[in-house]
């Protein structure tokens, strides 16, 4: 696991061990507060720890200021082109700032940003983009490779350390997978930055999920990392979705139950696709709901194949046969039920291994 200094959003830390939280990025008029605010609150009931909003122009202050007074989250401000609107935000109540210190118009403005930051008590997320990269890096490297970007992440954080500033944030991110990969490798090979991990520009639902889950997902299982966004061309509760089951998958947040079924085949018998839709539906619901379901593994099988397999390793779960299926506990036969019956029977006994933290709760 990479060791990187820890710095504060809110009350959220990021790197030195803490959590990896996710974030997200509202797509609302931030000039419009009653949307943005609603947006942020659904973010934050999918789980998101930490918001971006983008800041414009100062005819949206007014409501920035007011969504960070508001916020369920600690509010970063998205900032391009202008010192002092970065200012701005910060003196608005921001929780961070995320610059590209490459745009803000020379050395003068990022003094400016910094000492604000300091000021507050403000982290700098240090932007890097395949896309934005300085001119005369990209004139030594020919394009923004993996090495191009590493280095003008170094630089810009160089310059704020020259600054006396040290609650520094890096992302360093490219559409293309692999580049963006290797340029988190090489920055973490040789600082103690916490990183933001993300694919940018991945795409729509359907494509930027695999991307990211590839990239975000390679470097994790790497201990490199320190918060992710899944970027998507697609609602922002999607992004926290994803980002989840990253973590999950992974192994960087617990996924209790993990949820373990077959690809079904000819063999299957039942409508296995249905029964797995509906016990992952009702395990969300139970989640949303605030319960903690004490069981580790659930495995939901259509044949006889790796059916046994699974239920010796799973606490509870169904393995489909021609006549229907058993439900199984521990590796344990429990009884033999028709198809019609293995939802209702799963369902029961997952709800009977769940506690809420309120008793008048209830998925």
Not at 66 to 92: G, K, R
Not at 131 to 151: M, V
Not at 221 to 229: A, C, K, N, V
Not at 241 to 263: F, K, M, Q
Request: glycine share 10%; proline share 5%; hydrophobic share 45%.
């Amino acid at each position: 696991m990479r060791v990187t200094r820890q710095i504060h959003i809110g009350r959220t830390a990021v790197g030195g061990g803490a959590p990896v939280s996710v974030q997200s990025m509202t797509n609302t008029d931030t000039g419009d507060l009653e949307a943005t605010l609603a947006q942020v609150c659904a973010l934050a009931a999918a789980g998101c720890d930490l918001i971006r909003v983008a800041v414009p122009n100062r005819r949206c202050l007014p409501a920035f200021t007011a969504l960070c007074q508001q916020s369920p989250l600690p509010v970063i401000a998205d900032i391009h082109f202008s010192a002092e609107l970065a200012v701005a935000a910060i003196e608005a109540g921001a929780a961070g700032v995320r610059i590209n210190p490459g745009n803000l118009g020379g050395p003068d403005e990022l003094r400016r940003v910094a000492a604000a930051a300091r000021s507050a008590g403000v982290p700098i997320r240090v932007g890097v983009n395949s896309g934005s990269l300085e001119q005369d890096l990209l004139e030594l490297h020919g394009h923004p490779t993996a090495a191009a970007l590493a280095e003008s992440a170094r630089r810009h954080c160089r310059q704020l350390e020259a600054l006396g500033f040290a609650q520094v944030k890096v992302s360093i991110k490219a559409s293309d997978v692999r580049t963006t990969v290797a340029a988190n490798r090489l920055f973490a090979a040789d600082t103690d930055y916490p990183l933001h991990l993300g694919v940018t520009e991945s795409g729509t639902a359907a494509g930027g999920i695999v991307k990211s889950a590839i990239g975000i997902g390679a470097l994790l299982l790497d201990g490199i990392g320190d918060t992710i966004r899944v970027s998507l061309t697609a609602p922002p509760e999607e992004e926290i979705r994803a980002a989840i089951r990253i973590l999950e998958a992974t192994g960087v947040r617990t996924a209790w139950p993990d949820l373990v079924s077959c690809p079904t085949c000819g063999r299957t018998a039942v409508d296995l696709i249905s029964l797995v839709n509906e016990v992952e539906a009702a395990i969300g619901r139970i989640k949303a709901a605030g319960g903690r379901i004490g069981l580790r593994r659930i495995a939901i099988m259509g044949c006889a194949v790796n059916g046994p397999g699974e239920a010796r390793e799973a606490d509870l779960g169904i393995a489909g046969d021609s006549h229907g299926g058993v439900l199984f506990r521990r590796g344990e036969v429990v009884r033999r039920l028709q198809e019609a019956e293995l939802l209702p029977a799963l369902l029961d006994e997952i709800r009977a291994h769940t506690v809420f933290a309120s008793p008048t709760a209830s998925a």
